[in-house]
């Protein structure tokens, strides 16, 4: 193996806008993931997801730079000495944004904005307005999307050039399986390794999918949660694989692209 690196995924159920619950939930299945170097949680991991009305989307909501929510995962990080990308239902003035917040042994890392909303979510959300960084951890580079943003192959294709080895990817899914059909192919045609955590449960008429995934370079998925239960999922990676851009002897993954000829995306 070259560069190694354990990543894991937490498949849990937020209580909706009972953040102490779910930190009570997470506590355990933190500890159960000490080996991981890298960890993912789910999309809006504070507060739940289904609003009904703006206070409600409010209510759990946390500047990044003032939440208790954040300080708990900060400990565990810590405690743990890994790094952690948690969604975060964040707000910023008198906006509310779907955030994926990346925390490590020393803290706060950066964050990532959501930049494709799906349905209700329009109603409550500003759309990211932070672009789509990568994080340098020490020896290895990580980039973030949200739940939705899987839909879009051109935020994964970037973040694949920004030279990310992991995406991290905390979701909420309800459509059944389309979702986790469609990272592995993303994993596979950016040579990167994806790590979904989504969560499960109901909230009100939604229903959440579950099978939190964690997919290779090559399109395998290396592990997969269940529809219905909490579940801590591990995997070992080895990152020249992800490194590795050669599709064959003559084939560059980056550099045979025809960048000239894609204007046409952005027109």
């Known amino acids: 193996m070259g560069f190694p690196l354990t990543v894991g995924y937490i498949q849990c159920r937020p209580a909706f806008n009972d953040p102490e619950q779910t930190m009570l939930d997470l506590d355990r299945l933190l500890d159960r993931a000490a080996s991981a170097d890298l960890l993912v949680l789910p999309e809006l991991c504070n507060s739940g997801y289904h609003f009904q009305?703006?206070?409600?989307?409010?209510?759990?909501?946390?500047?990044?730079?003032?939440?208790?929510?954040?300080?708990?995962?900060?400990?565990?990080?810590?405690q743990h000495r890994?790094?952690?990308a948690t969604g975060?239902?964040?707000?910023e003035g008198d906006c509310l944004y779907n955030t994926a917040v990346l925390l490590g042994p020393e803290g706060y890392v950066g964050r990532y904005r959501k930049l494709h909303l799906f349905l209700n979510e329009k109603s409550f959300f500003q759309p990211g307005n932070l672009g789509?960084?990568?994080?340098?951890?020490g020896g290895y580079t990580v980039g973030l999307l949200v739940c939705f943003d899987w839909m879009f192959p051109e935020v994964w294709r970037i973040l694949a050039l920004?030279?990310?080895?992991?995406?991290?990817?905390?979701?909420?899914l309800v459509l059944p399986g389309?979702?986790?059909?469609a990272i592995p192919v993303h994993a596979m045609t950016g040579r990167v390794f994806v790590v979904t955590a989504n969560r499960i449960g109901s909230e009100k008429e939604l229903t959440f999918t579950g099978q939190s995934l964690i997919a290779g370079p090559r399109g395998e998925v290396l592990a997969r949660g269940s529809e219905t239960d909490p579940e801590v999922g591990i995997e070992g990676l080895d990152l020249d694989q992800a490194r590795d851009k050669m599709i064959t002897s003559r084939n560059h993954l980056v550099?045979?692209?025809?960048p000239v000829e894609y204007g046409f995306l952005v027109e």
């Not at 920004?162 to 909420?172: E, M, R, T, Y």
């Open 162 to 172: 920004k030279g990310a080895d992991v995406i991290c990817h905390p979701s909420n």
């Open 255 to 258: 550099k045979d692209r025809r």
């Open 53 to 78: 009305n703006p206070e409600e989307a409010r209510q759990s909501a946390e500047p990044v730079e003032d939440s208790r929510f954040l300080r708990f995962l900060q400990d565990k990080c810590r």
């Open 178 to 181: 389309f979702a986790q059909q």
């Open 132 to 137: 789509l960084p990568v994080f340098d951890l």
């Open 88 to 91: 975060f239902n964040e707000l």
């Open 82 to 84: 890994f790094y952690l």
